[in-house]
């Protein structure tokens, strides 16, 4: 099985940056798809950035241009840098990876909070 921890969140001033990280464990070389989800209360999960095994990225709208996804083959961590925040930033952030059989496992979520 694969396992997902993230940490990095918390409170932060509008115009602010965070680094989220995702540790990856458990069947790491079996994973290849790796990706960073938001959700908001009331509101469905979506999709904020993406990286797979070839290092190609893809980006929300709303992530364009001041978030940055990447991932480190030597540690297995996965990182989201978030610049210039704003409030609408807000939300519980969930790593995501696919791996072997097309099997998916989630972590925890971790909160970001942008306010002044």
């Known amino acids: 099985q694969v396992q997902l921890v993230e940490s990095g969140g918390g409170l932060v001033q509008p115009g602010g940056s965070l680094r989220l990280s995702c540790v990856v464990s458990?069947?790491?070389?079996?994973?290849?798809?790796w990706s960073w989800y938001r959700q908001t209360p009331g509101n469905q999960r979506e999709l904020v950035a993406s990286?797979?095994?070839?290092?190609?990225?893809h980006y929300a709208d709303s992530a364009k241009g001041k978030f940055t996804i990447s991932r480190d083959n030597a540690t297995y961590t996965v990182y989201l840098q978030m610049n210039n925040l704003k409030p609408e930033d807000t939300a519980v952030y969930y790593c995501?990876?696919?791996?072997?059989?097309?099997?998916?496992?989630w972590g925890q979520g971790t909160q970001v909070t942008v306010s002044s």
């Open positions: 990286i797979d095994i070839g290092g190609i990225t």
């Open positions: 995501k990876a696919v791996y072997y059989g097309g099997a998916v496992a």
């Open positions: 458990g069947e790491i070389f079996a994973t290849y798809f």
